[in-house]
């Protein structure tokens, strides 16, 4: 018979039996329990998105760290709606990563305090595609989804595409770097603010508002309302023009149809390589549709320097061309002619002066030639009371008026207030005239011809049209001998009908008369002294 072994010595054997056991259950636990919870986690996860968003959820992988923060990591998530392979997915996040308390890991997800997302892209279909019925799939689980409240979402590089209607035409792309989301239930309105550098003009929005809640049928139909602040962006990309533009303004309705009022101003707009900086200020209104990028402006109104503009009009999106063309009818009630042609005559002080109207159509098709060189501006304008700066063009526009008059020799009278009128089209960087009048007391001037705005090259012809004979502009024998002639040049009511030309640029032009087929020419300023 065996020696009996004492108690003491037995539970020496049995504790290294249960230590075993121990590391063994650990073991299991290690290998087994992070596996259940990721899956669990899982199907949380994608079951809410795709009652939300009635989306089919793709997630390629799922990992738990039980002692990390976060303790939870997604990567490549998708959402495509239900059976759609006709569109892109809805939308594809890069990674994701989010920490839930212990009792999150033992039951399905209901709350995440903070949520990072890292790469979002976001494809808003046309609304066609979008209310187009999805096709039949497998009914949905009658066990409730549970929901799934996130406070707050932090987005890094977020990229919101919306599709176009017409195929072949390039998707309006929106790419918002450091987008925070708070009260992100998906069942409500969530808070947004986001910053996106826009590309052209290069400058930084800063943008904060309301959207949602989600529109699961159709995305575009998804509210959302806010306000922008876009700052010291450069117009120098455009070719043409030049200057510093800053906005502010608020929008609000769909995703896809948004109305938008704002200002802009840019203290030093200008026409590059021909006029000099003027400021320039706008009050606007404007409906973007969301699907293409086209904006239809309703009533714009704008501060050239002292003039008070008003616009209607739109901005359509060509892709073909890679640009947009804007199309804008415009008038001016009650201008003043010196801030248009700031824009147009770089000079220190202003060739003419005065109150002008204007009434004309402005179109300007993409491509990369500057701008001057492809507006198309058709128009027509009117300047009462004109005053010009240049002394000696004064002088001779009041010996043009007395002699007009038949008084040559009085120099109490003859004025170089005109009015101005004329029918323009401004094409290719080349003004033309198709009508312009010219009136001094005792003379009216009517031309037609181009002026070249870059190079100021003048070539008109038309008439001068006195009141006086053609004698009475004269005086002593001059007088005497050009009586025998005056039946030749009277017409239409006027005393005097002569054919003239200017000819020259803008700095140096030269008036010519025709009488009896010989041109004499005149220079109107000798020199550069004489310049305004």
Same mark, same amino acid.
């Given at each position: 018979?065996?020696?009996? !072994?004492?108690?003491?010595?037995?539970?020496?054997?049995?504790?290294?039996?249960?230590?075993?056991?121990?590391?063994?259950?650990?073991?299991?636990?290690?290998?087994?329990?992070?596996?259940?919870?990721?899956?669990?986690?899982?199907?949380? +996860?994608?079951?809410?998105? @795709?009652?939300?968003?009635?989306?089919?959820?793709?997630?390629?992988?799922?990992?738990?760290?039980?002692?990390?923060?976060?303790?939870?990591?997604?990567?490549?998530?998708?959402?495509?709606?239900?059976?759609?392979? *006709? !569109?892109?997915?809805?939308?594809?996040?890069?990674?994701?990563?989010?920490?839930?308390?212990? $009792?999150?890991?033992?039951?399905?997800?209901?709350?995440?305090?903070?949520?990072?997302?890292?790469? $979002?892209?976001?494809? &808003?279909?046309?609304?066609?595609?979008?209310?187009?019925?999805?096709?039949?799939?497998?009914?949905?689980?009658?066990?409730?989804?549970?929901? &799934? !409240?996130?406070?707050?979402? &932090?987005?890094?590089?977020?990229?919101?595409?919306?599709?176009?209607?017409?195929?072949? /035409?390039?998707?309006?792309?929106? *790419?918002?770097?450091?987008?925070?989301?708070?009260?992100?239930?998906?069942?409500?309105?969530?808070?947004?603010?986001?910053?996106?550098?826009?590309?052209?003009?290069?400058?930084?929005?800063?943008?904060?508002?309301?959207?949602?809640?989600?529109?699961?049928?159709?995305?575009?139909?998804?509210?959302?309302?806010?306000?922008?602040?876009?700052?010291?962006?450069?117009?120098?990309?455009?070719?043409?023009? @030049?200057?510093?533009?800053? =906005?502010?303004?608020?929008?609000?309705?769909?995703?896809? /149809?948004?109305? +938008?009022?704002?200002?802009? *101003?840019?203290?030093?707009?200008?026409?590059?390589? +021909?006029?000099?900086?003027?400021?320039?200020?706008?009050?606007?209104?404007?409906?973007?549709?969301?699907?293409? %990028?086209?904006?239809?402006?309703?009533?714009?109104? @704008?501060?050239?320097?002292?003039?008070?503009?008003?616009?209607?009009?739109?901005?359509?999106? $060509?892709?073909?061309? /890679?640009?947009?063309?804007?199309?804008?009818?415009?008038?001016?009630?009650?201008?003043?002619?010196?801030?248009?042609?700031?824009?147009?005559?770089?000079?220190?002080?202003?060739? #003419?002066?005065?109150?002008?109207?204007?009434?004309?159509?402005?179109?300007?098709?993409?491509?990369?030639?500057?701008?001057?060189?492809? &507006?198309?501006?058709?128009?027509?304008?009117?300047?009462?009371?004109?005053?010009?700066?240049?002394?000696?063009?004064?002088?001779?526009?009041? =010996?043009?008026?007395?002699?007009?008059?038949?008084?040559?020799?009085?120099?109490?009278?003859?004025?170089?207030?005109? *009015?101005?009128?004329?029918?323009?089209?401004?094409?290719?960087?080349?003004?033309?005239?198709?009508?312009?009048?010219?009136?001094?007391? %005792?003379?009216?001037?009517?031309?037609?011809?181009?002026?070249?705005?870059?190079?100021?090259?003048?070539?008109?012809?038309?008439?001068?049209?006195?009141?006086?004979?053609?004698?009475?502009? $004269?005086?002593?024998?001059?007088?005497?001998? #050009?009586?025998?002639?005056?039946?030749?040049?009277?017409?239409?009511?006027? %005393?005097?009908?002569?054919?003239?030309?200017?000819? %020259?640029?803008?700095?140096?032009?030269?008036?010519?008369?025709?009488?009896?087929?010989?041109?004499?020419?005149?220079?109107?300023?000798?020199?550069?002294?004489?310049?305004?």
């Amino acid at each position: 018979m065996s020696p009996s !072994v004492p108690k003491s010595r037995k539970w020496i054997l049995i504790v290294p039996g249960v230590f075993a056991f121990i590391l063994l259950l650990i073991a299991a636990y290690i290998l087994f329990w992070p596996q259940s919870i990721e899956d669990h986690i899982r199907k949380s +996860v994608t079951e809410a998105l @795709a009652d939300r968003f009635k989306a089919d959820v793709d997630l390629k992988a799922l990992h738990i760290r039980l002692f990390a923060n976060p303790n939870v990591i997604g990567e490549g998530l998708s959402l495509r709606h239900h059976g759609r392979f *006709d !569109v892109p997915p809805l939308i594809q996040i890069e990674k994701f990563s989010f920490k839930v308390g212990f $009792m999150g890991l033992l039951g399905p997800v209901k709350h995440i305090a903070l949520l990072r997302v890292q790469n $979002m892209l976001i494809m &808003i279909p046309p609304r066609e595609s979008s209310a187009a019925p999805p096709p039949p799939h497998s009914s949905p689980s009658t066990n409730p989804v549970p929901r &799934i !409240v996130v406070d707050r979402v &932090i987005c890094d590089d977020t990229d919101i595409r919306i599709l176009p209607k017409q195929q072949g /035409k390039e998707p309006l792309d929106w *790419d918002i770097h450091n987008l925070l989301l708070t009260s992100a239930g998906i069942y409500k309105p969530f808070v947004f603010h986001g910053n996106l550098t826009n590309g052209k003009p290069k400058g930084e929005i800063d943008t904060e508002g309301q959207f949602g809640p989600w529109d699961a049928d159709d995305p575009g139909a998804t509210p959302v309302s806010g306000e922008y602040k876009f700052t010291d962006a450069d117009l120098d990309p455009f070719p043409g023009i @030049a200057g510093t533009l800053s =906005s502010t303004g608020k929008y609000s309705g769909l995703l896809s /149809k948004l109305e +938008v009022q704002g200002q802009t *101003d840019t203290p030093n707009f200008s026409l590059d390589k +021909v006029g000099k900086p003027v400021p320039l200020h706008t009050d606007f209104s404007a409906t973007v549709d969301g699907t293409n %990028g086209d904006t239809f402006l309703h009533p714009v109104n @704008a501060t050239l320097v002292q003039s008070h503009i008003i616009a209607e009009g739109r901005v359509v999106r $060509m892709p073909q061309k /890679k640009g947009h063309l804007i199309s804008i009818d415009a008038t001016v009630p009650g201008g003043r002619i010196q801030d248009f042609l700031g824009l147009a005559v770089n000079s220190e002080k202003p060739l #003419l002066t005065g109150p002008v109207k204007i009434k004309a159509k402005l179109t300007i098709p993409p491509g990369p030639e500057h701008a001057i060189e492809k &507006i198309i501006l058709d128009g027509q304008f009117g300047v009462d009371d004109a005053q010009w700066s240049s002394a000696t063009l004064r002088e001779k526009l009041e =010996s043009l008026s007395r002699h007009a008059q038949g008084k040559p020799e009085d120099q109490d009278i003859g004025s170089s207030v005109s *009015d101005l009128n004329g029918n323009f089209l401004l094409q290719n960087g080349v003004l033309h005239f198709r009508r312009l009048t010219f009136r001094v007391k %005792g003379a009216a001037i009517d031309l037609a011809g181009t002026y070249a705005l870059s190079k100021g090259d003048l070539d008109f012809t038309g008439h001068l049209r006195l009141q006086a004979k053609l004698s009475q502009t $004269m005086t002593g024998s001059k007088s005497f001998f #050009l009586k025998a002639f005056d039946p030749f040049f009277e017409k239409g009511g006027s %005393g005097t009908v002569l054919p003239i030309r200017i000819t %020259g640029t803008r700095d140096n032009p030269v008036f010519g008369v025709s009488v009896f087929h010989k041109t004499f020419d005149k220079h109107l300023t000798a020199n550069k002294h004489n310049l305004p």
